[in-house]
């Protein structure tokens, strides 16, 4: 069973047993998924974190997580906004994507910001900057199931 199965299996689970928040925990070999969900119903789901883990590498290197940063930025497309890589930081393992174009309402803006580390973990989380607040603070993503089922697939197929 893929990724991808597993999730929307956990995910009709949870839609008859749980209440949200709560995390859903997916293993696949090698691969780990970590979902915070603050909101699902049959046609979707909103979470805080979407936490992948590739734990068939001891450490990555500095190039190796740039390769996963650009081929997330390739196949990522169908998120809300292109992601690009904004920043690599090879002594300090982590590689950072963005939104490229920042969804706006109003003054507001909202964004996808995915964090790699050298442990081959990736953080997929969704910020809000509201100019009159003067910071930024981490929104729920909303994602149809669909999409998160594409998604877990798509992470684990670009850390190989």
């Known amino acids: ?25 997916i293993h696949d070999g090698p691969d ?8 699902l119903d049959s046609v979707g789901v909103a979470f805080d974190v979407l936490e992948f883990v590739a734990s068939d590498r001891k450490e990555w290197t500095p190039q190796a997580l ?48 995915i964090r790699l580390d050298r442990g081959g973990t990736c953080r997929v989380e969704r910020y809000t900057i509201d100019p009159s607040q003067g910071r930024r603070r981490r929104t729920p993503c909303h994602l149809t199931r669909e999409v998160v089922e594409r998604l877990a ?3 684990a197929v670009g850390s190989r």
Not at 13 to 22: D, I, K, L, V
Not at 78 to 85: D, Q, R
């Open 32 to 39: 780990r998924i970590n979902l915070e969900i603050t909101s």
């Open 66 to 113: 740039s390769d996963w940063g650009e081929t997330l930025s390739k196949r990522l497309t169908y998120l809300m906004e292109p992601l690009k890589v904004l920043e690599i930081d090879g002594g300090g393992g982590i590689v950072q994507l963005r939104s490229e174009t920042p969804t706006a309402r109003g003054d507001v803006r909202s964004y996808y910001e």
């Open 1 to 25: 069973m893929t990724l991808s199965r597993k999730i929307a299996a956990a995910l009709d689970e949870n839609t008859r047993a749980y209440t949200p928040p709560c995390v859903v925990s």
């Open 153 to 155: 697939d798509d992470l």
